[in-house]
């Protein structure tokens, strides 16, 4: 059974860091893309980014709104995908749900989601 | 950016109506689109991938079209179960965006 599960998630001042993981299991780590998706209280979803896998050199993509302050990680060995965020903004207060991509292309698994608050 | 303009934004139902949900792309994307369902308090769901693939599990009842730039997910016959939010996806083109969401409602 394909799992994730992200943690690191809390409460955060403005300008503050903050590292979120995600877990994996059930599945074959290495051979997916991964991604980080977001969802501000209330409203959409909202793209992230994405790391690739080893053969495509781990390479990233962001979101322009997060480029630059965002950082997408990957460790093969533990099965897990990172998500370092800094300069935090108020703005940036969400659940963070990571996602496995079918295919390089579709997102089909989605973890339950850490939720991070931005806030004096 | 390819802007997912998806339509209605909510809609009330009965239990065994035929639901219809649309999702236009500002560019050609292909069949890179994907629904996904939500409920409160839970993570989306993979429904439909490549435009009209059901992903696996997913029951019958949905399905996926692509008329050019135009996306819609039916649900045959709504079920209690498929309350929920919806959004459709696509990844053509790096940002992958998201439509603003669809709530289908009680009626």
């Known amino acids: ?120 | 950016d390819i802007q997912m303009t998806q339509s209605p934004s909510s809609l009330s139902a009965s239990i065994g109506d035929r639901v219809t949900i649309t999702c236009r792309a500002s560019h050609d994307i292909s069949n890179f689109l994907a629904w996904f369902q939500q409920k409160p308090g839970e993570a989306p769901k993979s429904l439909i991938y490549g435009a009209s693939t059901l992903q696996s599990g997913v029951p019958s009842r949905f399905s996926g079209s692509r008329s050019g730039t135009d996306f819609t997910l039916t649900i045959s016959s709504l079920q209690p179960d498929d309350f929920a939010t919806y959004y459709c996806q696509q990844s053509s083109d790096y940002p992958l965006t998201f439509g603003g969401g669809t709530k289908v409602e009680i009626k």
């Open chain 1, 1 to 120: 059974e394909v799992q994730l599960v992200e943690s690191g998630g809390g409460l955060v001042q403005p300008g503050g860091s903050l590292r979120l993981s995600c877990e994996a299991s059930g599945f074959d780590f290495v051979a997916h893309y991964m991604d980080w998706v977001r969802q501000a209280p209330g409203k959409g979803l909202d793209w992230v980014g994405r790391v690739r896998h080893r053969a495509s050199s781990y390479t990233t993509e962001y979101a322009a709104t997060v480029k630059g302050r965002f950082t997408i990680s990957r460790d093969d060995s533990r099965n897990s995908l990172y998500l370092v965020i800094n300069n935090l903004r108020t703005e940036d207060t969400a659940v963070y749900y990571c996602a496995r991509v079918l295919g390089g292309a579709y997102l089909d698994y989605w973890g339950q989601g850490t939720l991070v608050i931005v806030s004096s």
